[in-house]
Structures are given as C-alpha cells and as structure tokens.
C-alpha cells in the first residue's frame, strides 16, 4: 500500500514540471505519460471552435519562450525558468515600453511578495507576465522589452478519456483536470490519483462501469457533457472530481448541489470514519468541475473530494503550491479515502432479511459462546444489520442508524448473504 | 424616505385623540380621515345583529360624557379628559352609590400605579370605569354620583376597504384595526402605516392586487370572512396583519398556524437582515386577528408584523400607550420592512435557466475584468443563483440556500432575466 | 392508587422466590399466581419441538436439586439457597472431578466480587453452577463432586393470554416475561405491573380491545407472534413490552425500530412530563421482547418502558437484583405512567372544530369572566387546541405543538366535545 502511495508522488513529480494549459503540447504530453501508466487510455481531439451548449472550444496555444529585458539588459520573467511566469493564453508580442506601460501588464501578490501567482486570460485576447512581488518592487526606470513567442491558431484540445466495463451498465464518473501549469497539489495530485485509482479498480470484477476523465478544467467537462450528457444522466450512480488531494493537512469535499445524494452519504460516512474533523463543503462554494457536473438540468451526483480545498491553502495559484506541498502521505491518504468510498458504493445495495422475525444465529455459528467485548459488538452490529435492512433503506443509511462504520459491516453483510439470511432487494 | 415616516407619523397623531370602540363615529371620524390620503378606500356599514359565522355584529355605542362625583363634589374619571376612562360599552347610568358599591365597578393597575387601564366589555352589557391605582387608593369615603351618557342602540358596524388591482386576481391582504381609543402603539400605529403602504402600492405596477382593511377587530375580521371567505382563501397568497408596529425596541413577527407558509419565510428572511434580534412568536402566542385569518377551514397565510409585540411591552393596553411610545423612525422601519417583504412576494416565482449547463458570463460582461472583493461577491451570488434556480424552488428559498439577501439578489434576477438566462417557470 | 402500589410489591414478593425458567413447574407455578388476580387469564401450553418461524420451542426442563460438594464434603452451590447457583437448562450430572475441570464449569463476575452472576444456555446442552467470585477464589485444591437432578424431555412450555374486549377490533399489546428465576427488577417487576395494569384497563370501558401478555422471552414472543402475526399486524396501534419497571432510578423507554410511531410520541410526552431526565434509548440498543415485535415483517409498534434499562444499572443479571432493588414507589411509578400512556392512546384521535373561524366563547360560559393566571393559561390552552385540531394532527402532536400536557388538555377536549365545538375525524 504505501508502494503505491510512492508510485503516486513519483508521477507526480514527473508530470509537475510540464507547461500544460488548456489545449497544446503540455496536454499532450502530460497525457502520454499516463497512457504509459494506463494503456486503454484514449487520446481525443477536439477542433478549436467546437460547438458546445453555450460555449465553445478555445483555439490551440503553442508556447515557446517568453521573457522581459530590463533596461540594464537582464532577461527576468523568464519562461524557461518559471512555467508560471506568463499568462496563459498571451498572443505573441515583441515590443519595446517604458516602464509604467509594461505595468499594466505585470502580475504580482503583493500579500506573499516572494510568490509568483498563476494568472490566465482564456476567454479574453490579452497577454502578460507574473512575477514576485519583490521583483516588481526592484524594476527600474526605463525601457524595457518584451517577447513572447506564442500562436494561437485552429487546432484541437484534447483530452483522455477511459471506460471500464463492470457487471452494469450503471456507472461511476472520476474526472480530474490537466490544465494547469507546474502547481503540485491544484493540478498533478488529481490526474497521479486517478491514475492508480484506475488501476486498483481494474485489478477486480465491479458491479459498477468506471467513466474516468483527464480533461482541461471547465471548457473540458462542458465539452464532454455537451456530448454525453444523455447517457451520463441515465447511468451515473455516483461521480468524483480530483483537485487538490495531494497534501496532508485536511480532509474535506464538497457537496452535491442539494447535498442529498448517496455520494454525499457515503463521503460523509467515510471522511468522517478517517478524520473526525474532516470538512464538508457546501455546493455554493464550489468552483470546479463539480459546478459543471452538477449544474440545473445537468444534475449528475458528483463531489469533490480534496485533501485541503482550493483556495483555502495559503500556496493556491502560486509558484510556492510546488512539489513541497504534496507527499506520498498527502496523496496516499486521498487515494484510500477514495478507495473506500467505491467500495461503499459497490456494496451500498438495499438488503432485506430472509426469515421472519430474527434467525436462530447460534445454531448457524454466528452467537459467540465465549463472549468477549469485541464478539459482543459484532453480535450487536449483526443483529441491527437484520433489524434495519428491510428493505426501504440502502447500507450507507442503515449503517448511519445503527451507528457502525461500513468497513466494519461489509464483512457481516458477506457472511449474512452467504449463510442466506439476507439478499439484495430490488 | 424620512419624509413618508414623518408623514405616517402625523397621521398616528392626528388619529390618537378619536374616542373609537368597536362601533360608532369615533370609528367614522377615523375612517373619514384616511380617506382623505386613500380617496378610493370604501366604507362600509353592517346592520347590528347580522349574523357572520358563529357570530353576530354587536349594537351600536354612541358616547357623550361620563364621569364619577366624588363626595366632596369633585368630578374624576372624566370622559372628556381620557377616552380609556370608561369601559368600552359602558351602559347608560345615572346612579349614586358608597364606595364599596362603587369599587366593584373601578378597574385599575396596581403594577403600574399611574397608569389607566384599557378595558372592554364588548360581549357582556356592563358598566366601569378605569382610573389610576395612585388616584383609586385615595378615594374617600361617603356617597359618589356615577353619569354615563352613552346608548346602545341597533346601528351600524362601520370598516374600510381598499382594493388595488394588479397583473393577476391572486392577491396580497393588509388588514389592520380602528376600534382602540388613545392607544398609540395597539391602535394608530397599524392604520398609520397601512395608509402610506397602501399609497405606495398603488404608485406603481403590481403582480398581484391588493386587498386592505380597516376593521374593527375580531368581530370585524370575522365579519369580513364570512362574507368574502370562498375568493381570499383562492386568492390570497401572502397577508399581514398591523399591529404595534410604531415603536422602535424591537421587529418581529407572528407565524402562520403552521409556520411553513411563503410569507414565513419571507419574514424570516427580511426580519434577519433588518435586525439579528428580531422575534419570531409561534402562532399559539397570537392573539390578534391573524388568528381569524389562520384558523381552520380559513387557512388564509396571513401573518402579524410588528415592532414590540402586544402584551409585551410594558404600556400595553395602558394610558401609557401614548403618543411618546411611537416615532417617525419606529413607523417608518415598520414600513420599511414591510415594503421589503411585498418587493420579495412580488418577485417569489420559480425561476429557470434557459442553458444547459453554466452559461458563459464573460462574453455577455456579467464576469469582471478588474476583480475586487465586491464584484466577486457579485459573481458568486450570480452563479449560485443560476446553480439553484432549477425550477423547483422559490427565489425567497434560493436566497436561503446560497447566503445571500434578496434585496441584492433582485436586481441579478433582474439583469439575468433581461439577458434571456432566466426565466419563470409556471 | 398507594394502595395499589403497595399490592403491586406485594404480588412481586411473592412471585420472586419461584425457580422460573423459560419451562417447568416455575413457570405454571407463577401463572397460576397470576390468574388468581386475573381469573380470564388463559394458560397455554405448546409441545416441546414446536416450530415457529426460523426457531423451535425447547424442552421442557425440570430441575429438582443441584449442588456441588468439596474435597473437604461441604455442600456449597446449592439449588435449594438461591436458584441461579444452577445454568438454566444445565443437563443431569453425578461426576467427580478436579478443581480444574470443575473451573470450566463454573461462572463468576469478578467485577461484582459477592454477587451471583444469572447465566443460562437454552439453545446447546451443557451445564454449568454460578457462584461468587470471592467463593470461587476460595476453592480448595482436590476431588470434587457434582450432582444436578434435572431433566430436558419432550413437555411444554407455558405462557398465560388475558383478551380485555373493547368497543373497537383495534388492539393495544402488553408483553412482559415470566422466565428468569429470583431476579426482581429484571423479572417480577414486569408481570406484577401487567397484572394490575390489566385489572385496571378491565375496570372501566374502553375504545381499543387488550391483549395481555404473559410469556418466555424470545421464543415466547416468536412462537405467540408465528400464530397471531396477521391479526396482531392488522389490529394493534401501539404495545408496550414491561421489564424492569420496579426501580425509583429513572424513568426510560425502548423507541421502536423507527422511532416515529404514535406510541413513541406519547411515550415521549408523558415520560418528558413525569420526569424531566427520562432517558429515550434508540432500538439498536434493544434486547428483550420489543425487539421481535419490531422485525422487519412483524412491524407491531411497541415500545419497552422501564425505570432503569436492563443492562444499565450495577443489579442487572446478579443477585442482588433482589427486592430490595423494587419498592412500591418504584413500582407505582411505572404503573402510573403506564396509565397515563393509556389514557393518551385511548383519547388520541384527530380532531376537527365543527364551527368555521373561532366559535364565541363567551356565551358558552367558556371565556373567564375574571381573569386570573390559571384561567388565562386555560382559556389559551381551550384556544390553542381548537386552532390546530384541523382534522391533520392527533392530539399527542398537537399537545407537542401547542406546548401543554396531554393531561391537562383531555378535560377541555371532554368539555369541548360535550358542547358540540370539537368531533372526531375519520
């Protein structure tokens, strides 16, 4: 187990340093190293200006250098040095400024003044740099120039997209994004957990189809909406979005939109089992995916889940949310969290009891004759299991009720269904 | 703003000094004087004795004079110089008497020694008179002449009505009482300010129509449902009952019977923003004509709005209920508020988005350039309005739901609507 | 009613001493004890090997002497002394045998050094003596004799049934047991309560018809309920199971499965009233016969009411649950609740007010003509109960919602019926 939590920070760490944004060669590359890890892996692409619901696909952005020459004939904001140091999406620019022109065009954090922050201009044809605030505080008079080698042309965003067959055709999404640039916990935490989660869950026969998505965040899950939705409505039993589930300082998620689902049950149920002080996240501050998954006739019951949630760690969209801020603790703890919750939901049938009244348990082995504290409460935990499954409510809520936690009931449950005393309703 | 609260203000003490009682021309005179400021309201007479319910309308009481001489030849309890010295309904009387005799018929305070009491005997035919405690204790000894001038005779219960139509036959009810005397806060606050509401209904477009009373109360409530009962309970959607809503301790409401009803949580809503201390009394503490309105088989939404609830503040139904009670500011926030909650009844329809999925906002510049704290806020409200307004709840639900007050949500509905992104449902 | 109290303890006095067992002569021997106070008891008997649903009825056992003699020839263990020296149900034996063997055979409760501990084995032959812990520990090394003069053959097992005929098909069960031996807060408190409950209930008419129970637990309640299950689940609105209930500790009850049935309402309210401090333990933790009638497919709404919970107080399954556990009080107390659960379920009808709006209560000599406190709090509550009888809610819920005793409200109910204001619904 801790192996694959390693193998987990290891791709990370390799795809942290690529310079991906919503469409071009970083995508593509990024993808290609998961496909290595994941070979029924498929690659699509999307022609720029692609129709979908309100939107549509950006064009392609293709960056090769970009820096700023201060007056005194230093190169600073350099590209090479720092993925992060140009906006994403900037047009191809070779001028030369003074100064208070170029600052218009400068992006700082004037509250962590050593940061570079993460600032993209998709929707809005624009360019600029990001740099430390203390950096922007030391530039001198003068004229400075700039170069940005960039293209935006017609091309394609692609994505990566796998299906895992399972007994049903009911199925159980997992998406995550591939978008950002080098930022460790806000982008390759998601798609290194996806991975060796779409590796553990191809390891065994599943009752539920697998839908596991690596697409560029918000353009990519409406794209992909926009030409599955009919099918994703009918089958989905249960979704996940990975974001930030690489360091180890919190559990949380958020919601589904009403906060009603099953998913939500079994996130709570879970978290709650693996930290006490876990946080939930209503729908009304979510900001990924998930909005997308969830919005008003979309309605797909899909959560986030997070180690610590964007936007509430002090390194979001900075340079300093680097390879420091993740570990193989970090994301191994957001891999078993999920990890338990698919099982929850393989499991999380309504049952019902085959006898009237209770069974005889002592002549079929299940009454302790020594009778120990731990015996006790698996003989409690059995018997409020027939009491509660009747039928009219799934495990999740039934383990809920009866106060235990569903690791602890999924063996009990396999030994009632195996001796015949209780059987999956319809 | 400040000048309508003033305005209300003089219209409270121009009304304070009319000797009103169930019946009779001190109700007329009141009457009369709204009309002035609502020349469409209409007034109505009921013969006494009609029958309404379980009910009948009382005889009519005309009051010229009544007074007590005390031994020494002195005249107290005057009439004239307090209307709250007799008893509601008194009888005629001419009679002399000894103390002890006299007592029986004296109602006083003795919690609050200089004040008057305000007593009624509608139901019952009787005679009193109600004095200081500080004045009923130095009462003589000897011989005391009693004069009651007054009449009961087969006339007319009088009560007005106002109806402003809108768009739409469902309506909206403001009803409020004109049978207290001198009473500040239990009486001249409610018409007070239904007159300036019912003028500012009428200055511009309505949804709904509205339908205002001035009414004697319970016996006038009663009387009026019993013959308008088949069209409000059809028509009716939210109302308010006036009461006690001129000082300025307190906001609060009394609940429908069931405390589940739209204009709840309207109240709820608006109260919360007004003043983080405002009460909400459950309905088995009302006492007023809401609880005509609500009760079974009337079932009518219809809840009281008041700043210090009767029987809770410490001049209730005492010569202390005076003009000093009751100001501008405390009518006027009273008004305010209650032109909040009919903003927020107007607007409470199901809205819908008109696209799947989210929207694009920055092309339609519904998404900041330039981003500040504020306009963040903004966009958050926008897009958790657009994620909840699924067609299956109320806007005054939404606000709920996403945090945010509906007098800032009603101008985003109303750009997103002339947006074409929302729209109502049916 | 202290005069019953008192016989109450006196029946559990004299039921104590007898050697119950869930069959035999201890068994017939305290039904008969019973039917002396309830002569229309009916003592049945079910052949040994009976089956009934998943289980089967025992054998019948009778035990006439047990005991253990020492190397040193002293007789300890003895039947004779105190019954839960012997396991129930231990199988005949005459063996000698070392201090080792015998320790096999032998069960203490260390934690409770000089009480006996209550063990049986019902459902696998074996046998076994309960001793002290601190006379365990004296042992003397050496031989030791066993002798146990019983028998398990092919009998009986008895239980008693009283039927009390009401005007209506639809029943109230009352359950308790008859099969532990000298226990007497955890056995003979429970059939002393039923039996003077059931004295009681026959002593004036009734609405709903009783069925009277007097069984074993577990197999009693599966075999009574394998032969009455579909008259029990069409007819009975509520039950109680009676164990436990002679302590003055505190007052509790079991909730049923779902803990939302009218007998949980009105256990709740009455017990809330008795005693501020009750406790409400939830079903998972139930363990006596509430439990059968609550299975998935039985589904009777019955709870257990109890002084202090079986399993919750130092006594429990020792012996010194003796009588110096139970007292009148004790006893009394649960049988005064127990009433007034009666009295509720038999009243608890919904209501409809017969006149629209408010009825006048002046001319009904219902509104005081003197107010003083305890007159107003009944006229609110008189008010109050005829705004939310609205023929939706029972009178339990609206007693909650309305904020009074339920005792307090069924005089009014009685005198409002009587003047034709209040009627039952359908």
């Known amino acids: 187990m801790k192996q694959t939590h390693q193998k987990i920070y290891d791709l990370a760490a390799k795809l942290y340093p690529i310079p991906r944004s919503l469409t071009g060669d970083g995508v593509r590359q990024t993808l290609e190293i998961i496909k290595e890890l994941l070979p029924n892996l498929e690659i699509h692409g999307v022609p720029s200006g692609t129709k979908c619901f ?12 970009a820096y700023i020459v201060t ?7 350099e590209f090479g040095q720092n993925n992060l140091h140009i906006v994403g999406y900037s047009t191809p620019q070779r001028l030369k400024m003074p100064l208070d022109e170029l600052k218009k065009h400068i992006y700082t954090l ?31 008079d003068g004229e400075y120039e700039v170069f940005i080698d960039s293209e935006l042309f017609d091309g394609v965003m692609n994505y990566g997209e796998l299906i895992i067959k399972g007994e049903s055709e009911k199925e159980v999404l997992i998406s995550t994004y591939i978008c950002h640039p080098s930022l460790a916990n806000n982008e390759v935490s998601g798609p290194s957990v996806a991975t060796y989660l779409a590796d553990w869950i ?21 794209y992909y909406l926009s030409r599955h939705l009919e099918g994703m409505k009918k089958n989905t039993v249960a979704g996940f979005n990975l974001t930030c589930i690489g360091d180890d300082r919190a559990y949380s998620f958020i919601s589904t939109r009403h906060g009603d689902k099953m998913i939500d049950k079994i996130a709570r149920h879970t978290l709650k089992n693996i930290d006490a002080n876990y946080k939930e996240y209503p729908f009304i501050l979510s ?26 760690y002090p390194e979001y969209h900075t340079s300093k949310d680097n390879l420091s801020v993740i570990s193989p603790e970090g994301l191994g ?5 999920l990890k338990q919750m698919i099982e929850a939901i393989e499991a999380n049938e309504k049952y019902r009891g085959t006898t ?28 409020n299991i027939l009491a509660y499954c009747d039928g009219t409510k799934d495990l999740i809520c039934v383990c809920e009720k009866i106060g235990e936690k569903i690791v602890d009931v999924l063996p009990i449950v396999d030994e009632l269904r195996a001796q015949g005393l209780l059987e999956v309703c319809d």
Request: charged letters at 25%.
């Open 54 to 65: 309100d939107w549509e696909t950006p064009k392609e952005w293709r960056i090769r250098d």
């Open 287 to 312: 900001g990924s995916d998930e909005r997308k998954y969830n919005a008003p006739g979309v309605d797909l019951p899909v959560i986030s889940v997070m180690r610590s949630k964007y936007g509430e």
């Open 202 to 222: 191809a390891s065994k026969k599943r009752k539920y189809s697998y839908r596991i998505l690596f697409i560029p965040e918000t353009i990519g899950s409406i």
């Open 71 to 77: 007056p005194s004939g230093k190169k600073i904001a």
């Open 333 to 337: 703890g957001g891999f078993e969290a």
């Open 110 to 140: 004037p509250s962590m003044p050593d940061a570079i922050p993460y600032v993209t201009s998709y929707y809005k044809e624009s360019w600029g740099f990001c740099i430390s605030y203390e950096q922007f505080c030391a530039l001198e």
């Open 356 to 383: 009237l009244c209770e069974p005889q348990l002592g002549c079929r082995g299940l009454y302790p004759t020594v009778s120990t504290h731990d015996t006790w409460r698996q003989v409690k935990a059995l018997k």
